[in-house]
């Protein structure tokens, strides 16, 4: 099998009709898992022996949590590339990316607040975890206003990828921020050094939904970078 | 070296030098950003005198009592090391119970007792089954945990 040139893709004339033939796979893929997810979810996974069935709501908030901080270091990463490489595509990848993970930053502090109400006995509280993921919204909203406010595109792509990048320093801060200061947010259920804290059958709901999430992601991405590859070189996308 | 070499060098040295900033402030501000104070943090007066500040530790057991009037609540939080005497006015959260984490909002008294205004219950990170926590209930030889 010869060898992949993955520079090629990094052209938007070529990656406009890998998009395409890729988005309703993953689309496909994140209905099959958010349905088999969710069945998991509010069927199989048992009633929690502190929070009753107020902890359901683990299997929107933790996935959604989780892909509010990496689409943020996937979005970021694209647009070092762009700054490093000076690609198109880069730019456009970035400016895809910044709606999904904004809005799942958003999904992230509702259902956290949702959550926090019937267990903690609030909404909101100014501990360090909740602080760094408000922040982390304002980031993203932060990208997407000055992108959108810069008339020339390439500029905006390169002002955007300058804050994109500045705002890592927060990605860290989010997930540690229940280990390195007293917060009223519990630590992780579920990380790389120790095994899961919580039943089997939760877990597997909980990763189910993430999945679905991620491929949700990328098939919103891959649709909506389309969308601008076809506003801004309308010939590369009208060639194929 | 390519303009691109070039350009990845600067920017991997501006995000380290960011991060390094971002870690000194961080470092710095770290008593700022405690959420709450521990009953051993109070003993050694660290937390603050005079003003409303959050104190956070686990429910002693056998200590919650009710008084007549039905709202008025006292209880003692411990991190096994000090106990802190609280008396709170108002509505407990559901998850509030003995043996489990508690964080308080108000003022030390000079008599030594913290008189809460706000009390929020701080659950830990464990999700099971009831007869899964009955059974490690079990495990342990029956004894409170």
Redesign the interface.
């Known amino acids: 099998m010869a060898a992949i040139n993955w520079f090629k893709f990094s052209s938007p004339h070529s990656f406009y009709p890998l998009a395409g033939r890729m988005m309703p796979w993953f689309l496909a893929a994140s209905l099959l898992l958010s349905i088999v997810g969710l069945y998991v979810a509010f069927f199989v996974a ?6 009753g069935e107020s ?1 359901r709501i ?1 299997f929107i908030h933790v996935p959604a949590a989780w892909m509010s901080m990496f689409i943020y270091l996937v979005m970021a990463g694209w647009a ?1 590339a762009g ?4 690609t198109r595509l880069s730019g456009m990848m970035a400016r895809a990316l910044a709606p999904t993970g904004a809005m799942f930053t958003f999904l992230a502090l509702w259902t956290g607040a949702l959550w926090g109400k ?5 909404w909101w ?1 100014w ?2 975890r909740l602080t760094s993921e408000l922040i982390l919204l304002f980031l993203y909203i932060g990208f997407l206003s000055l992108t959108a406010a810069i008339e020339d595109e390439r500029r905006a792509d390169r002002a955007g990828a300058v804050l994109a ?2 705002g ?2 927060n990605i860290p ?1 989010i997930y540690f921020s229940v280990v ?5 947010h ?4 579920v990380s790389l050094k120790s095994a899961p ?3 089997t059958t ?1 877990l597997i709901g909980m990763l189910l939904m993430a999945l679905a999430f991620w491929m949700y992601s990328i098939a919103a991405a891959l649709l909506r970078v389309r969308s601008i590859i076809r506003e801004r070189e309308p010939r590369a996308a009208a060639e194929v | 070296m390519k303009p ?1 070499h070039k ?2 060098i600067a ?1 991997a040295a ?2 380290l030098a ?2 390094g900033a ?1 870690a000194l402030v ?1 470092n710095a501000f ?1 008593s700022n ?6 009953p051993s943090q109070i003993a050694s007066k660290e937390a603050p005198v005079g003003r409303s500040f959050r104190l ?1 530790g686990l429910v002693q057991n056998g200590s919650v009592a009710r008084e007549k009037d039905g709202v008025t609540v006292r209880f003692a939080v411990t991190d096994t090391a000090h106990t802190i005497q609280v008396v709170y006015r108002g509505i ?5 119970s003995e043996g ?1 984490g508690v ?1 308080a909002q108000g003022k030390l008294e000079p008599d030594g007792v913290f008189r809460a205004e ?17 059974a490690l209930e079990k495990a342990h030889g029956g004894k409170k945990q």
């Open positions: 048992p009633t929690d022996f502190q929070q902890y683990i070092g700054l490093v490489f000076n019937p267990t903690w006995g609030t509280v501990d360090a990048l500045v890592v320093v801060i390195w200061w007293n917060t009223l519990q630590g992780a259920s804290k919580m039943a939760m | 691109r350009r990845f920017i501006a995000l960011l991060g971002v961080l770290q950003l405690v959420f709450f104070f521990s956070g407990l959260p559901d998850l509030f489990k964080v706000q009390v929020l219950a701080k659950h830990d990170e464990n999700y099971m089954p009831p007869e899964a926590a009955a």
